[in-house]
């Protein structure tokens, strides 16, 4: 529902009355998390989620309200115009229930495991996350988005605190009991299964096979409903297809169904035409309307499909489009510190005099506007490119509440050439002055981690010098301000100079993977000792020894009513799968048995759900293919002042299981120290490569032809 002018007015007065005269802010005022201070004018007496919070309900007996979102998402800010700022809702919520705000980029370990709880019960995920809670945190009532009256066939948020009161009030144990079964369910649930059946090439076969089963074969990427990108699947596919050769049907059918899909991002309204990057998903099969919300995860993801496809098949669009997505980020989400923010929003207001936000506001156009700014002919020139007039429709359905009437969101017709610069010039000049959607300043460990990956790949396949010295800021700024050199602990985040709270196992994960990839640019060996570190500490937090895996959270955190242990990717890669590929790498660099005792241990605890439902562990079976035969490291020993030949065409393949290692004088003292095959290799002829498998090494090599063989896959 729209708010009128008088209720935004209103709205401090009441929150004034209801927190007295002295101040209008509750307590999310002084939060890390942006999402959390966006809410700190709302009547609702919120809670952080903590121990007051948890001592608050406990004393007066009351459920605890527990609403999770993030500060870019559409439906959240929805929900907090129709009911959070709404008093006579915020009076029901304070007088009967604690109510707790959680940023889920924040806390994602609180977020899974009440998620996990609405999923099971609802069949439905997202947010906003809206959970009813005993006082001890154990969840028996749950949903997402709820409209503040019974409409869309949604029940009414007034009439389910009404009735949650009501259960509360005159049948509690039955409530508490059946949360507790609940909860134990949930925990029955996430313990893989044990298999002794090892995992073979059979398992990726059936990741495949069940992949290629959900291809839209008519709009490209998979499945026929919304449309994600699905850059775990992608990658998977491009991985598989490495170990092909060129002229094999496999490769020749996952390269086909990866271009698909890559060119329908492009094509697509996933993509913003005028500036780089992408949005989050699409509504609709057809890729024509988005969630306008643009995350950094997206964006590193993407950038690297693209560096791959590039790799893969030497076509210079895909080069070119992991080039727009890396200079947005550079121009819009990187922070003057050297990290990334995390996301922009959906939702900006349509002009500087209009007081109420609109999705997609400030990417979208009427006809007149572009007929303004474009001029005539340039119009006619932009037409040829953009579906204009009955074209443009958005598919119907898609926009219940009509924000987007009347309005256009650009994307090329199938087959057509990128915007031209000397039309997206004036586009953009017009655009800036609109304006801009609010931006999550949050810089997550975890997404910079793989933003880092992506530049400091992008440093090497495009040639640009520029991305490494941007991925080496946002490391560096991640060491100096959200790490501790004294305990090797990571923190969450951090927000206008505070760090949020501890990492989760994913924070590790996420950098580790970007530091590996920044010392495969740069090959300055302290950035595979710091990844060696990072993965000890994550190891003694976070893995689980007797069952094997890694938890999400901490062991040591008490603010969870249960330990995730989750391996299926979603918008990102699982931890445990990711941890898994990173434990393989560092093996291979390091030649560190420990390591891959771990990776094949976690590879073993999920083998029963790759087998049950593969297409959603695509990044585990990328892990399988490497501990099938494919994970090996070539090591070269370079003289000196060298054209380094050897190491120029090792850079230009597309080598996601082989692991580079560049000895020279300088640094073959501290490579030395990590692994005695490196001490050993040190002092073979300059201009030599060896392929190792373990500490199994070929013959020395030197030449490239030589080398282009060895490397081939056979």
């Known amino acids: 529902m729209k708010r009128s002018l008088l209720f935004s007015i209103l709205v401090p007065i009441l929150v004034q009355l209801s927190h007295g005269e002295e101040s209008t802010l509750n307590r999310l005022a002084d939060s890390a998390s942006p999402y959390l201070r966006q809410h700190a004018k709302n009547p609702v007496d919120w809670y952080p989620w903590g121990e007051e919070a948890f001592a608050a309900a406990k004393k007066q007996n009351k459920p605890i309200f527990l609403s999770i979102g993030y500060s870019t998402c559409h439906w959240c800010h929805v929900m907090e115009r129709e009911s959070f700022e709404n008093p006579e809702i915020a009076k029901r919520l304070n007088e009967h229930f604690i109510a707790i705000k959680v940023d889920r980029e924040q806390r994602p370990d609180v977020d899974q495991i009440y998620q996990t709880f609405v999923q099971a019960t609802t069949g439905q995920g997202g947010w906003p996350t809206s959970v009813f809670l005993t006082p001890e945190r154990l969840p028996f009532f749950g ?72 291809v839209d074969k008519i709009n490209g990427g998979l499945g026929n409903g919304a449309k994600f990108p699905s850059p775990s699947v992608l990658e998977f596919l491009i991985a598989d297809a490495t170990r092909y050769p060129k002229t094999s049907l496999r490769r020749q059918e996952n390269v086909e169904v990866v271009r698909a899909a890559l060119d329908a991002l492009v094509q697509g309204a996933l993509q913003d035409h005028l500036a780089g990057g992408f949005h989050r998903y699409t509504v609709d099969p057809e890729w024509k309307l988005p969630h306008f919300e643009k995350m950094l995860y997206d964006q590193a993801q993407l950038a690297n499909l693209y560096l791959d496809a590039f790799q893969l098949t030497g076509e210079a669009r895909y080069a070119e489009t992991a080039r727009r997505t890396l200079d947005y980020v550079s121009a819009q ?108 300043d949050k810089v997550i460990t975890a997404w910079n981690g793989l933003m880092i990956e992506a530049f400091a790949r992008a440093s090497v396949v495009l040639n640009s010098p520029k991305d490494l010295e941007v991925a080496k800021e946002a490391a560096s700024f991640i060491k100096n301000e959200l790490y501790s050199s004294e305990d090797g602990k990571l923190r969450r985040s951090w927000s206008q100079g505070k760090a949020g709270p501890p990492a989760v196992a994913m924070d590790y994960a996420g950098l580790i993977h970007g530091i590996i990839a920044l010392h495969q640019a740069e090959q300055d060996p302290s950035w595979l000792s710091w990844a060696i570190t990072l993965q000890e500490r994550q190891v003694r937090d976070f893995h689980d020894a007797n069952n094997g895996g890694f938890f999400d959270a901490d062991r040591e955190r008490a603010d969870l009513v249960l330990q995730m242990k989750m391996a299926d990717d979603n918008a990102l890669p699982s931890v445990n799968s990711l941890s898994t590929r990173n434990l393989q790498a560092i093996a291979a660099l390091s030649h560190r048995d420990d390591f891959h005792l771990i990776a094949k241990q976690t590879l073993k605890t999920f083998a029963v759900p790759m087998r049950s439902h593969p297409a959603s562990m695509t990044q585990m079976s990328i892990a399988l293919i490497g501990e099938l035969g494919a994970t090996r490291s070539l090591v070269l020993v370079e003289a000196a002042n060298s054209p380094k030949l050897l190491s120029k065409f090792a850079q230009s393949q597309l080598l996601p299981f082989t692991w580079r290692i560049e000895l020279s004088d300088e640094n073959q003292a501290a490579y030395g120290a990590m692994s005695p095959l490196l001490k050993s290799l040190a002092d073979s002829e300059k201009g030599s490569a060896f392929v190792c498998t373990g500490t199994q090494c070929g013959p020395p090599i030197s030449d490239p032809e030589t080398l282009k063989t060895a490397l081939s896959p056979k």
């Open 333 to 440: 989400l990187r922070s003057g510190s050297g990290g990334f923010h995390s996301a922009e929003d959906a939702d900006s207001l349509p002009s500087s005099a209009a007081m109420e936000k609109r999705e997609g506001a400030f990417y979208t156009w009427t006809e007149k506007e572009l007929l303004n700014v474009l001029g005539e002919e340039g119009y006619d020139r932009f037409k040829e490119l953009v579906p204009t007039g009955a074209d443009a429709a958005l598919p119907e359905g898609f926009d219940p509440h009509g924000e987007l009437a009347g309005q256009w969101v650009l994307r090329l017709k199938e087959g057509a050439n990128p915007l031209p610069e000397d039309l997206i010039e004036p586009l953009l000049e017009y655009r800036r002055k609109r304006p801009r959607p609010a931006m999550d």
């Open 143 to 214: 949903g997402l988005y709820f409209p503040p009256k019974s409409e869309f066939g949604r029940p009414g948020f007034d009439s389910v605190l009404t009735k949650i009161n009501t259960a509360w009030q005159t049948d509690e144990a039955n409530l508490r009991a059946s949360a507790k079964k609940g909860i134990e369910q949930i925990q029955s649930f996430i313990e893989p299964e044990p298999s002794e059946q090892a995992l073979t090439q059979k398992e990726v076969d059936a990741t495949r096979s069940a992949i290629l089963a959900q």
